[in-house]
Structures are given as structure tokens and as C-alpha cells.
């Protein structure tokens, strides 16, 4: 019997060592405090106008994670857009749409937004003469897309279900007006 004493003692003190070790693991889990992850819906829209009169809206909307990792959301939409260089094969495509680059921080009570937006399209075109080479006989013109942009990098502060225009410019050859409305909402 007096063999087996030594033999329980350990066990007894082994047992407790790990039942201590397991507590303190679990203890330090509850320490970690949880990462708070705010989802939120912004809404971007660009709007047109012929002096008084809207002739397009365009909206767009995202979601971007507040304080995330990371704290950002893109979107891309557009299309390739053919323009002759002149060249040999020449053809040369360009990207054409809407860029919104976003990020999203919180504020106390708010979320200040960083907004780079970038808008181009295809207006009209341009005869442009084509020349003509020894191998063709092609004389003539192609007709050349004008392309017009807007660019815009913003910093907001909105609450949810806020809205605001935030940006009005006016096209210097056309006279079209520009304005961009930008929304924000929390997601549940």
C-alpha cells in the first residue's frame, strides 16, 4: 500500500495542474474582447441635368464593413470603348464607367466616409480622316467617340439613413450639370 501512495499523490497533483491550466485558458479566451463588425450599405447616385430638367440618374450602392479589415469596398462597372490611333491595328480600347473606391470609419455617432469617385462615358464623336496606306485604298473618316469624365474624392460624415449631396459641377463645353448624392445605412 505505502508503494501506491506516491503513485496517488502524483495523480492527485497532476489532475489539479491541469484542471489549473484548462481555468487559465479559459479565462484568457474571455479576456479577448470580440472584434465589433459594422456592416453598411452606401449609396452613391449620379445625377444629371439639362439646365432644369434631370436627364439621368445613375445609383450605385455598396457595402462596406466599418473599421473592417480592411476598411474598404470597390466597385467597377463599365464597358471597353473602341478608339483608332492611326496606327497599325489601329484600334486601342479604353475603360469607360463608373469607379467608386469607399472607406468607412466610425465617428461617435456617425461614420466618416472617404469616397474616390471616377465617372467617364462615351458622348457623341468626332469625324476623324483616316489615312490611307499602299496595301488599301480607303479614304474616308471614323468616327471618333468623345469621352467625358468626372473625377471626385470626398470625405463625409453621415448617420444612418442620412443623405447628402455632396458634389455639383458643371461640364465646361456641354453645360450639363453634375451632382453626386451619397447615402449611408446600417445593415442589421
Not at 463588425?37 to 462596406?64: C, I, M, Q
Not at 467597377?76 to 468607412?104: F, H, W
Amino acid at each position: 500500500m505505502r508503494r501506491f501512495v506516491p503513485l496517488i499523490f502524483l495523480m492527485v497533483v497532476m489532475t489539479t495542474l491541469a484542471f489549473a491550466q484548462e481555468k487559465s485558458k479559459s479565462e484568457g479566451e474571455a479576456t479577448v474582447a470580440p472584434v465589433k463588425v459594422t456592416p453598411l450599405r452606401v449609396s452613391v447616385t449620379f445625377v444629371e441635368f439639362e439646365g432644369e430638367k434631370k436627364v439621368k440618374s445613375l445609383p450605385y450602392s455598396l457595402v462596406v464593413v466599418a473599421d473592417g479589415k480592411p476598411p474598404s469596398a470597390k466597385l467597377r462597372m463599365g464597358s471597353r470603348v473602341p478608339v483608332y490611333t492611326g496606327k497599325e491595328n489601329g484600334m486601342q480600347y479604353l475603360d469607360v464607367g463608373s469607379n467608386i473606391d469607399c472607406q468607412a470609419f466610425r465617428a461617435d455617432n456617425a461614420f466618416d466616409l472617404k469616397l474616390s469617385l471616377d465617372r467617364s462615358w462615351v458622348e457623341g464623336d468626332v469625324a476623324v480622316p483616316v489615312e490611307r496606306n499602299s496595301a488599301q485604298s480607303v479614304a474616308g473618316q471614323f468616327p471618333e467617340p468623345v469621352i467625358r469624365q468626372f473625377r471626385s474624392d470626398l470625405s463625409l460624415v453621415l448617420r444612418d439613413g442620412q443623405t447628402v449631396e455632396s458634389t455639383f459641377a458643371t461640364d465646361p463645353l456641354s453645360g450639363k450639370v453634375f451632382k453626386v448624392e451619397v447615402s449611408l445605412n446600417l445593415l442589421k
